[in-house]
């Protein structure tokens, strides 16, 4: 039977992160949010006031709201981000780029999210990590 994997042998998340996510400042569209993911070839965008997160959109959110026929060249983004809270589930729930992929996976869990808002030491956004790139990161290690 295969041990437990350690939690210090576990690689960490800076190793596995997206980093330099796609940012659009919140006076934008959601038109402009869904060309930023093409683009970018990402499923997400944040929402930034300068240094400030202040929520995010991402790609279920922008496919929930094209099936809905909502206008994405007229609905304005902070009409519908899933704005930061400090307080209850999702969304933007943060992680630490020093912390080990196997606790992203938890907070993942914990926190019902499929992807997490990395931060340096200083809070500073510097990524975002899916579930699919922690797996791919403790698959490395398995």
Not at 87 to 114: F, H, K, W
Request: glycine content about 8%.
């Amino acid at each position: 039977m295969q041990e437990m994997m350690e939690e210090d042998e576990t690689p960490k998340v800076k190793a596995f992160m997206r980093g330099d996510p796609p940012r659009l400042p919140s006076d934008g569209s959601l038109e402009d949010v869904l060309n930023e993911m093409t683009e970018k070839n990402s499923s997400l965008v944040l929402v930034m006031d300068g240094d400030e997160l202040l929520g995010m959109v991402g790609d279920n959110d922008i496919g929930r709201l094209v099936a809905k026929g909502v206008n994405l060249k007229e609905a304005k983004m902070m009409d519908f981000i899933a704005a930061c809270m400090l307080t209850g589930n999702q969304p933007c729930v943060q992680i630490r780029d020093e912390d080990t992929i196997l606790n992203a996976l938890r907070v993942m869990d914990l926190s019902n999210a499929t992807s997490l808002v990395v931060v340096d030491k200083n809070d500073k956004v510097v990524g975002t990590i899916s579930v699919l790139d922690a797996l791919r990161g403790w698959k490395e290690k398995v």
